[in-house]
């Protein structure tokens, strides 16, 4: 669905290297998430895509049509959902739409539309502006409109900032029904924690080059050799009385929680040795690595931090 081979961007003004070779491969079908902090080069490889910025090098094929040959073909099977809530304001969600269809050269999508705006939970919004809106129904809206032509390929760019929790689960189950139904979806977000629920693959670039791309399942799995191990006591904790357990990285937090960084297969030797000196803590938990820690290590690594490894 989506080619991207030695893709680089350098940007005339300061001579930045936005892009850096950049290869990408995304199957039909497929949802993943594309993470990284602000000036990653996660926008301009966007702005690459729906043809608002230039490519320096490389070649990009959506579907089967290349981007510097085939443009409008690539509008028909492309649709992006940008950040910026920028619309026109005078007339209603469902002209709005009405408009959008006649774009793409789409009659009678009346249904459709019905439909788009039931599932994004706007039904009752359809004969109102978008200056009448809230944020997160702004964002919704952008989602209907991009989807009005019914794209092959969907790439959202921070749907859900500034979106409240409840509206955010609205647009959780329509992402995955999108899915379920075969469009293919490249989300970017800074909660880490929804690429961790939705997306299938996770793609991490940084400083303009991809430093991280695997199915979710195998990066969890790679990233998690280590598990974090907290320790509940009634009482104070004596910094004497843990000085046994220093290779596991001891921390105390708050007094009476002792948190300890383990391998997997240490957490049998562990607790012996905390049995065995006779700590009697009241709780224990073992709590895996999340998708976060694991984005925030790579990223880390990446740039050469010495920055404690957190897994």
């Known amino acids: ?75 028909k099977i492309l649709s992006i959902v940008p950040q910026e809530i920028g619309s ?12 959008q269809s006649g774009y793409f050269g789409i009659k009678n999508n009346e249904e459709y539309i019905d439909e788009l705006l039931t599932a ?9 502006t978008m200056r009448e809106l809230s944020g997160g129904m702004k964002r919704r809206f952008l989602i209907a409109k991009a989807l009005i032509h ?15 929790i409840e509206l955010r689960q609205v647009m959780y189950k329509f992402l995955n029904k999108l899915h379920e139904e075969g469009t293919t979806i490249i989300l970017t977000t800074h909660y880490i924690e929804e690429a961790e629920k939705l997306c299938k693959r996770i793609v991490v670039i ?34 004497q009385e843990i000085e046994f357990l220093k290779e596991f990285s001891p921390r105390i937090q708050g007094d009476r929680r002792l948190c300890l960084k383990v391998e997997k297969n240490g957490l049998s030797r562990l607790m012996k040795m905390v049995s065995d000196q006779g700590l009697n803590f009241i709780d224990v938990t073992v709590n895996k690595p999340k998708l976060e820690d694991i984005y925030l290590n790579l990223i880390r690594h990446d740039r050469g931090d010495n920055h404690e490894n957190i897994l």
């Open 88 to 99: 026109d304001y005078s007339f209603t969600l469902e002209d709005m739409l009405q408009k």
């Open 206 to 239: 940084d400083q303009g080059e991809i430093i991280a791309d695997q199915p979710k399942e195998e990066l969890m799995k790679v990233f998690s050799q280590h598990v974090t191990v907290d320790f509940e006591f009634d009482y104070d904790i004596p910094h």
């Open 120 to 128: 994004l939970s706007l039904q009752d919004k359809r004969k109102v």
């Open 150 to 164: 019914k794209p092959q390929l969907l790439i959202l760019d921070e749907p859900t900032a500034g979106v409240d």
């Open 1 to 75: 669905m989506l080619k991207i081979n030695n893709v680089s961007k350098t940007y005339k003004r300061g001579n930045k290297k936005a892009l850096k070779d950049i290869h990408l491969n995304i199957q039909k079908g497929e949802f993943t998430a594309l993470l990284g902090q602000n000036g990653a080069g996660k926008t301009t490889l966007i702005n690459i895509l729906g043809g608002n910025v230039h490519k320096s090098t490389g070649t990009v094929i959506i579907g089967d049509y290349d981007l510097d040959k085939n443009p409008l073909e690539i509008k």
